[in-house]
C-alpha cells in the first residue's frame, strides 16, 4: 500500500502468493512509470528447489532429540515418533520434518532445512536453521533453560488464588466479553470470538501469554476477588471491569 502526495494517487496492491521480494516493485511502478518492474524471469521468483527424502534408521535420530534454544523465548523440540520424525518452535504446532541425509532435513510445510552438527562421539550439539537465506545455529540445551517468554518468565503461585479471578469482563468493546476460567489448576482466557488461550503466572496478580506478547493484571478488592482486569498488548492498556 502506497500514496503519492504529490500526484495525490494511492495504490493497493493484493497477491495470493508470497515471494522474497513481495509486491513492492509492482506497488512502485504503478504509482511511478519509471520505476521498473522485476522481470518474470528473474532468480528471485524461481520455485523453491525440489528436495528428496531418503530414508534412515530412525535410532539414528534419536541422537538430536531433544530442544535447542533459538532466543531466550523460543526453543526447537526436536522428537520421534515411531518412524516419525517432528520439530516444534514455541508457541508452534509440531510438524514433520524429513531426511534428506543422515544430518540433513527438510520441512514440506515450508521451505526451510535442518543441519544438526555433532561432536566427536557423534552427539548433537546444535542444529543450524536454513530459512530464506539465513543460517541460524541453535545450541543444544540440557536439562531446564531458564525460559522466558517475551521477557517474561513463569512463576509458582498458590493454584487457590485463580479462584478469585474466575468470571466475566466487559471490554470496551459492546460485543467483547473476557470469560476467565479456572481449569484444573491452569487459568484461561476467552475474549470472544477468539478461543480460550491459557494464561500463565508471573505474580500472582499478573499473568503472561506464552504465543504472544501480551499480558494481564487483575485488579483485586479488600477480600482477594478480582474487580476488573487490565490487558497490556502492543503498548496499550485496556481495563475491563467485572460484570458477574
Not at 514440506?108 to 544438526?116: E, H, R, S, Y
Not at 550439539?125 to 531458564?146: F, N, S
Not at 478488592?221 to 487490565?230: C, E, H, I, L, N
Amino acid at each position: 500500500m502506497g500514496y503519492d502526495p504529490k500526484t495525490r494517487v494511492g495504490v493497493v496492491v493484493l497477491s495470493n502468493t508470497a515471494t522474497t521480494l513481495g509486491v513492492d516493485d509492482i506497488g512502485r511502478h504503478l504509482l511511478d512509470k519509471s520505476a521498473p518492474v522485476v522481470p518474470p524471469d528473474s532468480p528471485i521468483f524461481q520455485p523453491t528447489k525440489e528436495r528428496k527424502g531418503t530414508t534412515i534408521e530412525p535410532k539414528q535420530f534419536d541422537v538430536y532429540v531433544g530442544r535447542y534454544q533459538a532466543t531466550p523465548e523460543v526453543l526447537l523440540t526436536v522428537s520421534r515418533d515411531g518412524m516419525d520424525f517432528y520439530a516444534q518452535l514455541t508457541g508452534q504446532q509440531r510438524v514433520p520434518v524429513f531426511p534428506e541425509s543422515e544430518r540433513d532435513f527438510f520441512f514440506k510445510v515450508v521451505d526451510a532445512q535442518l543441519t544438526f552438527q555433532v561432536d566427536a562421539q557423534g552427539r548433537a550439539t546444535a542444529v543450524v536453521l536454513h530459512q530464506l537465506g539465513r543460517d541460524q545455529r541453535l545450541p543444544k540445551i540440557e536439562g531446564e533453560p531458564e525460559q522466558a517468554w517475551f521477557g517474561h518468565k513463569q512463576n509458582p503461585i498458590d493454584p487457590k488464588i485463580l479462584d478469585a479471578y474466575v468470571g466475566k469482563y466487559h471490554q470496551l468493546n459492546p460485543d467483547s466479553i473476557i470469560t476467565v476460567t479456572n481449569e484444573n489448576g491452569h487459568l484461561f482466557m476467552e475474549v470472544s470470538p477468539a478461543p480460550k488461550i491459557e494464561v500463565f503466572p508471573e505474580t500472582a496478580r499478573n499473568f503472561f501469554l506464552k504465543v504472544a506478547d501480551a499480558q494481564s493484571t487483575f485488579e483485586v478488592d479488600a477480600q482477594g476477588r478480582a474487580t476488573a482486569v487490565v490487558l497490556h498488548s502492543n503498548g496499550k492498556d485496556q481495563r475491563a471491569p467485572r460484570i458477574d
